[in-house]
């Protein structure tokens, strides 16, 4: 009897094991079982904005923008070798706007997908919209000695446009200056992203509106210069443009507005918004059978890059000191892209230092060399197409992991 009830016991404990594995087994088929209701998804932690060494090379160029190119501009005498000399200094707030455009291009075209041939047109437009302000502040120290701008005057004009009615207001001036090229992008990508344009159709559509504003702006009777557009700038905000501090601090002004920008951009890009847009350039399709309308990010994405665009285009005319439609041309848009795909798409930094490498080369080369810099140009793009497609950003990341790896 103690031997049965022994093996008896050591039967139910057998079949308990079994039990008990089978059990788990057929509860937990899979390592990771799926959630059940009312238990959280796990999502990828968020990335910070920026690394350490990320937050460090930004505060050493906001460093450099804000106090040590001033210092070195307005307190070193010129005979000293570290000055800098005030064609330095335009040189370089000019290239910030532009670089300031290859950065609205990568939102576009890197992260989204979408090449755009017509960004010159909303750098023109707030570029106009800047020159207006800046001739309505030269008054009566024009040519003609007239409250009108001398080209209104040489036209035989009795009165301003309707479109220059708040033109004399800085405030006013700074709406303007997004407001504009972000309604007319606005209304451009609603019907072409509704309708689906892509690819090289919306390119070829984007470079014929930049076109038919240029031959627009040409004409006399829209009241924007014609084909001389606007020059002779004397002040701004009562203060004259041509004295070194005003020029270092449009400087410092440029230089913070691309280091803002390049933050707010790292941070659309590395939010849920820019991963969405990831999507959008790999495979839209997926994307709209995962249940985003990939129209209202697009339509999004596109008229920040245009507000970004105007903005460096405001920027811009008050150190060069002239607006015309010469910027509106296709050759500049392209250009833009140029500078994006010679940095590298897709990185943010990439077409910042795509357009300082071009826009450096094209001021040496223009100097040096005028008639090398058209074929300078066109190899560098076909060097880059064809084995650097990733940009200078792609080249530096690879040599970078090499050095890592050995």
């Excluded at 039990?19 to 087994?25: H, I, K, T």
């Excluded at 238990?39 to 920026?50: I, N, T």
């Excluded at 979408?114 to 001739?135: D, P, Q, T, V």
């Excluded at 009165?159 to 303007?176: E, I, K, N, Y």
Aim: glycine share 12%.
């Amino acid at each position: 009897m103690e031997s049965g009830t022994a093996a008896d016991g050591a039967l139910s404990r057998e079949r308990e094991k079994a039990g008990g594995e089978g059990g788990a087994g057929a509860q937990s088929p899979h390592p990771n079982p799926l959630p059940q209701a009312g238990e959280g998804v796990q999502l990828p932690a968020s990335k910070p904005l920026l690394t350490l060494k990320g937050w460090t090379a930004f505060l050493v160029a906001l460093a450099l923008v804000c106090a040590v190119a001033p210092l070195l501009n307005l307190v070193v005498p010129e005979g000293s070798a570290l000055h800098i000399g005030d064609y330095a200094v335009a040189l370089t707030a000019r290239i910030m706007c532009y670089a300031i455009c290859a950065l609205a291009m990568d939102l576009i075209w890197g992260y989204t997908g979408i090449l755009s041939l017509g960004h010159g047109l909303f750098f023109a437009l707030g570029g106009y919209a800047m020159g207006m302000y800046l001739m309505r502040q030269i008054g009566r120290d024009g040519n003609y000695k007239s409250d009108l701008p001398d080209f209104m005057v040489f036209l035989d004009w009795k009165t301003l446009p309707w479109h220059w009615t708040f033109s004399d207001s800085f405030v006013a001036t700074c709406l303007f200056i997004v407001a504009v090229p972000g309604v007319v992008a606005f209304v451009f990508g609603y019907f072409a992203f509704r309708s689906r344009i892509k690819g090289v159709y919306f390119s070829i559509i984007t470079q014929a509106l930049t076109y038919a504003a240029m031959l627009l702006f040409f004409r006399n009777e829209t009241g924007f210069g014609g084909n001389n557009g606007f020059t002779d700038f004397k002040r701004i905000l009562g203060i004259p443009l041509q004295t070194p501090g005003m020029r270092m601090t449009l400087f410092v002004i440029t230089g913070c507005t691309l280091l803002a920008f390049f933050l707010l951009a790292r941070w659309l890009v590395s939010a849920k918004f820019g991963r969405v847009l990831q999507a959008i350039r790999d495979a839209e399709s997926r994307v709209m059978f995962s249940g985003y309308n990939p129209v209202g990010f697009k339509l999004a994405i596109w008229t920040l890059s245009a507000v970004m665009c105007g903005v460096a285009g405001a920027l811009y005319v008050p150190q060069v000191g002239i607006i015309n439609p010469g910027e509106m041309s296709p050759a500049n848009s392209i250009e833009i892209a140029v500078w994006a795909a010679v940095g590298g798409r897709g990185t943010l930094v990439g077409p910042i230092a795509g357009a300082f490498l071009v826009n450096g080369a094209k001021s040496w080369l223009t100097v040096s060399a005028p008639e090398v810099w058209l074929y300078f140009l066109g190899a560098l793009f076909i060097v880059v197409t064809l084995f650097l497609p990733d940009g200078i950003a792609g080249l530096a990341k690879r040599v970078w992991q090499r050095r890592a790896a050995r």
